[in-house]
């Protein structure tokens, strides 16, 4: 099945930890992104990639990090200078050409603080 | 940042009842999208109009596009339970970058 693939389902954090959350796609697409949804709320980009080994801030970059090495891979790296990132982080990609956007999404990684 | 905004926030409707929301938004675009999130899961995209369309549809669903009011709505039509999730509209000003709205739940009532 092509797709993409967040792993953990669930997160915790410690205070002051880093911690990373994945994301795969097997779709062979050229963009990703990685975005922050509070509840009641819409979303919010933090980081996207166009091509690998580049990628952009968004709106709410602060506290977070990414890597794009692999084109299918976009991992999102919540720091501990993120003082609130308890959230729902989806990631998702867009395929290249007349569809490029149009995002398909993951099912989400819900991080929560201990 | 969000440019577009969804009106109502939450909707209640019985089944075979339509559902009509609306999304507002500030600046000129490429295109708008609608994507639904059943809770706890990612977003599906459902439907895009360009700019230089004004009504579009996709099964039970039917957009409009007002770009003079800077504005769209989506109807669903003869609503089913499985119609229940939260429906944001997503503006596109460029060809990479989405925004999107807070967005409007939708229950549906058997």
């Known amino acids: 099945d092509g797709g993409i693939t967040q792993s953990p389902k669930y997160l915790f954090r410690k205070e002051g930890q880093n911690v990373t959350l994945s994301c795969e796609q097997n779709?062979?697409?050229?963009?990703m992104y990685w975005y922050r949804q509070d509840p009641g709320q819409g979303l919010r980009l933090i980081y996207y990639?166009?091509?690998?080994?580049?990628?952009q801030k968004g709106d709410i970059a602060e506290g977070y990090s990414v890597s794009r090495e692999k084109k299918e891979s976009f991992p999102l790296t919540v720091t501990s200078a993120q003082k609130n990132p308890t959230a729902f982080y989806l990631c998702?990609?867009?395929?290249?050409?007349?569809?490029?956007?149009?995002?398909?999404f993951g099912a989400g990684t819900r991080l929560s603080v201990l | 940042s969000q440019q577009g905004e969804e009106d109502p926030q939450a909707l209640s409707i019985q089944e075979g009842e339509n559902a009509t929301m609306n999304c507002s938004y500030k600046?000129?675009?490429?295109?708008l999208q609608w994507y639904r999130q059943n809770s706890g899961r990612g977003l599906v995209h459902l439907i895009l109009?360009?700019?230089?369309?004004r009504e579009k549809h996709s099964g039970r669903l039917r957009v409009t596009l007002d770009t003079s009011k800077k504005s769209s709505s989506l109807l669903i039509t003869a609503s089913r339970a499985a119609d229940t999730a939260s429906y944001f509209c997503?503006?596109?000003?460029?060809?990479?970058?989405?925004?999107f709205g807070a967005g409007t739940t939708v229950t549906v009532r058997a």
């Open positions: 109009i360009r700019s230089n369309e």
């Open positions: 998702a990609s867009t395929s290249p050409g007349k569809r490029r956007n149009i995002q398909y």
């Open positions: 997503a503006t596109a000003p460029n060809d990479y970058k989405l925004s």
């Open positions: 990639s166009q091509i690998v080994n580049d990628f």
């Open positions: 600046t000129s675009i490429n295109n």
């Open positions: 779709l062979n697409h050229d963009a």
